[in-house]
């Protein structure tokens, strides 16, 4: 039914970065505590790791923090006290200019609503950010798109394709910097069982074949056992889980 949706590895894989020792945990919160203007604290002390290349699901009711703590991981929002270190770098104090530098070298984002650009094709899109960090197309734009099963859509614009194709063009976008981290927001919050399940599919070739780590926030508990690893969210604690 969705198999023929994912082809297996065809070309070498330039993005891949050799794999090194591990030099620790690429994620590691601690104690970390958020807490917005005079309201109770939505994260009260969440502490926990995520190694390199790992697949780590966030997970928890709606309103339980998850947005919150994906935004303090990827250095868009600071939070009230805790620690967050990524490859071994504490971001919490450091200055916007150079935590912005470690956004675009280290962390690819993915979002519910996809975030294209409606009137650009799929292509352009998933190049964008080669364009904006002016860094020349070695293949990998071809690449991603044929290992990500759009290559045939390449030149439709993202207004006029389906859920599902415009979240693998978002992820092949988040791919182009070769981040070293991927955060995921409900990414399949509005697809159908069978994209839901494409898309899942995407984010398991993207931590195999290139070593990516990837956070991915869902409400949805059933998805988040698709992987050994998560993080339930509950009443501001964070709750570690392996199978
Ligand atoms: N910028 C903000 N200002 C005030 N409250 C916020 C803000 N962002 C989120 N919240 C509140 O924090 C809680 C957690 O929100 P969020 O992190 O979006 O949860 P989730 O993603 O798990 O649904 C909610 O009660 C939400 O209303
Ligand atoms: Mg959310």
Do not use: W
């Amino acid at each position: 039914m969705m198999a023929d949706n994912v082809r297996p590895p065809q070309t070498v894989n330039r993005l891949i970065i050799p794999k090194q020792p591990r030099m620790g945990p690429i994620v590691r919160v601690k104690d970390l505590v958020k807490r917005y203007d005079g309201r109770p604290a939505v994260l009260d002390g969440v502490t926990f790791e995520v190694s390199e290349g790992e697949f780590v699901m966030i997970y928890g009711r709606s309103g339980c923090g998850k947005t919150t703590l994906l935004n303090l991981l990827g250095g868009l929002d600071r939070p009230t006290a805790g620690l967050i270190a990524i490859e071994g770098q504490e971001i919490v104090g450091m200055p916007e200019d150079q935590l912005a530098k470690l956004r675009l070298r280290k962390i690819g984002f993915v979002f519910q609503d996809y975030n294209l650009l409606p009137d650009l094709t799929v292509r352009e899109n998933t190049e964008l950010p080669l364009r904006l960090s002016k860094v020349q197309d070695d293949g990998r734009v071809s690449e991603i798109l044929s290992k990500f099963d759009i290559a045939q859509i390449a030149n439709e614009t993202a207004n006029k394709i389906s859920g599902g194709e415009a979240q693998r063009t978002a992820i092949a976008r988040a791919m182009m910097n070769s981040p070293k981290i991927i955060l995921a927001d409900e990414p399949t919050g509005n697809l159908d069982a069978e994209n839901t399940e494409n898309v899942m599919r995407i984010f398991e070739l993207v931590t195999k074949d290139y070593g990516t780590t990837i956070v991915l926030a869902t409400h949805d508990k059933d998805l988040a056992k698709h992987s050994s690893s998560r993080v339930y969210l509950e009443n501001g604690k964070a709750t570690l889980e392996t199978d």
